[in-house]
């Protein structure tokens, strides 16, 4: 396969590039992982340079997320049909207002839809349960039960909340190089509780929902 052909993983921290290793195994050589660090800052700067040297046919961005409660469970799979960073933006009396709002840009990414199907439709072979939806970024992740209230209200479609979809995607869009994301769910979106959080579990399934990447895409 000609480098054209190959496929880049962006994940954060190390715990997710094991879990992704494990799922796509040793011998894979079409598919590299970056981890790119925490935030949509080192997320983006990362993935640029790394396209920058390198081609690929796609950039998938993946890891643990948190999930809405009755919109994606604590083990679930989420895909990104639509990422949004959440808190670009500005306040004003009436609410936030968005980039897009603001007409300054836009901080919606679509996700390359072959990709999203391809890998939606191997999920729902396997006993993972899986859900397409729009992804949150944010650079501070939600902690209250009214930020959760207001970001739910504001984004009905939303699913989960992560750190560094958006900045990928960027960088995918500046270098014309397709993207998904692809998250599961560690802890419910809301008040901090830490000792509620199954990060192991989520990364059990992160394990188990890499092995589609190699086989669909």
Known sequence: ???????????????????????????????????????????????????????????????????????????????????????????SDSGFLTIDELGFGSGVMDVDRPALLSVYKALEQTELVVNKGEVLTLSTVTGTKESTIELMERYPDALAEAMEGFGVASACALCEVPFMEMRTISNAIGPRDREAWRIKEALLSLEEASKTISEVV
């Open 1 to 91: 396969m000609s480098d054209e052909g190959r496929i880049l993983i962006v994940v954060s921290v190390d715990a997710e590039k094991e879990a992704v290793q494990r799922g796509i195994g040793e011998n894979n050589k079409n598919i590299d992982i970056l981890t790119a660090g925490v935030g949509v800052a080192k997320a983006a700067a990362a993935t640029a340079f790394k396209l920058a040297g390198e081609q690929y046919k796609l950039v998938i961005n993946t890891g643990i997320a948190g999930g809405f409660t009755g919109r994606a469970e604590i083990g679930t799979v989420v895909l990104a049909e639509q990422v949004i960073c959440a808190d670009l933006g500005a306040e």
